[in-house]
């Protein structure tokens, strides 16, 4: 492994940092609306499949009324 000295580093983490390119307030509401979209979907359908799976254990057991 090459080592390098910190100076060096610092100089080739500041030359990183000027690549970075930050969205914009519009991207990140939206970006941000489409993940709670997504993971309220998500926990629906995880909701209806533990219900409906509940209720096939316990017809399968006996168990329902």
């Known amino acids: 492994m090459a080592k ?3 100076a ?3 100089r080739e983490a500041r030359q990183e940092f000027s690549r970075i ?3 914009s307030r519009k991207e ?3 970006t941000t609306i489409m993940v ?5 979907i998500a926990a629906l ?6 219900v409906v ?8 057991l006996g168990l329902g009324a």
Do not use: E
Request: charged share 10%; hydrophobic share 60%; with cysteine.
């Open 21 to 23: 390119v930050w969205p």
């Open 53 to 60: 799976m509940s209720k096939l254990v316990d017809w399968f």
């Open 8 to 10: 060096q580093f610092i």
């Open 28 to 30: 990140t509401i939206t």
């Open 4 to 6: 390098i000295s910190p």
């Open 45 to 50: 359908f995880f909701l209806c499949a533990d």
């Open 36 to 40: 709670l979209i997504m993971t309220l």
